[in-house]
């Protein structure tokens, strides 16, 4: 079965730091790119980042440039969500979903085929 | 404020049709594939619908896609109480070179 588990969420303060992990199992891992998205209380969903197959592009969105690093392991079948300087507007549900993307012709596809059930992060004092 | 506009909510009785309308630019629909997310309560969101009209494994025909310029629809038919759920439009933006949604639809079942 393809499955998506995250782990790592919890209370933090704000200017705290936390690590959000993701374990893959069923496909093999190595051969998709993968996102985090993120979904505020109440809120619509918010794509946060994603990362290449072999790790070489990572791209966030703006929000979160230079606080938040996206890694993985394809040894350990792992996405990573590294969140530093924390703030109450990080406070969501996040979830780690597998890409599928690519062109034809000068059209792009892009769309998360898989989806953990994601893990609470709350960033206050 | 979303860079895709859909309604906050639709509504129909059971057995009937719905439609649910995402409206972007030339520079994400309008260049781009759509794809249509289902999030039932307190669960994660699920493809639905991608590359414009076509249904992953699994998904029944009551549900399709359509797109047309610079929108998209989400057209759903026989209505069940179990189609409640916040529904998302999803494509590429090919000017912010991100991933774009809408702002969610929730559909409610009368």
């Known amino acids: 079965e393809v499955q998506l588990v995250e782990s790592g969420g919890g209370l933090v303060q704000p200017g705290g730091s936390l690590r959000l992990s993701c374990a893959a199992s069923?496909?093999?891992?190595?051969?998709?790119?993968m996102s985090w998205v993120r979904q505020a209380p109440g809120k619509g969903l918010e794509w946060v980042a994603n990362?290449?197959?072999?790790?070489?592009?990572?791209y966030y969105v703006d929000s979160v440039k230079g606080r938040f690093t996206i890694s993985r392991d394809n040894a350990k079948n792992s996405l990573y969500l590294q969140m530093n300087s924390l703030r109450a507007e990080d406070t969501a549900v996040y979830y780690c979903a597998r890409d599928v993307r690519g062109r034809r012709g000068s059209y792009y596809y892009y769309y998360m085929d898989v989806w953990g059930k994601g893990t609470t992060v709350t960033v206050s004092s | 404020q979303s860079v895709l506009t859909q309604p906050p909510s639709v509504s129909a009785a059971p057995g009937q049709k719905v439609t649910i309308s995402c409206s972007g630019s030339?520079?994400?629909?309008?260049?781009?594939?759509v794809s249509w997310y289902q999030q039932l309560p307190g669960t994660a969101p699920k493809l639905l619908i991608y590359?414009?009209?076509k249904r992953p494994s699994g998904i029944p025909d009551r549900f399709s896609g359509s797109k047309s310029g610079t929108s998209a629809t989400l057209g759903i038919t026989g209505l069940q109480t179990g189609d409640e759920a916040d529904y998302y439009c999803g494509t590429w933006d090919s000017s912010l070179r991100v991933l774009v949604f809408g702002g969610g639809t929730k559909l409610t079942v009368l």
């Open positions: 990362i290449k197959q072999d790790g070489s592009e990572k």
């Open positions: 590359d414009n009209n």
């Open positions: 069923g496909f093999t891992f190595s051969s998709y790119w």
């Open positions: 030339s520079s994400n629909i309008g260049n781009n594939y």
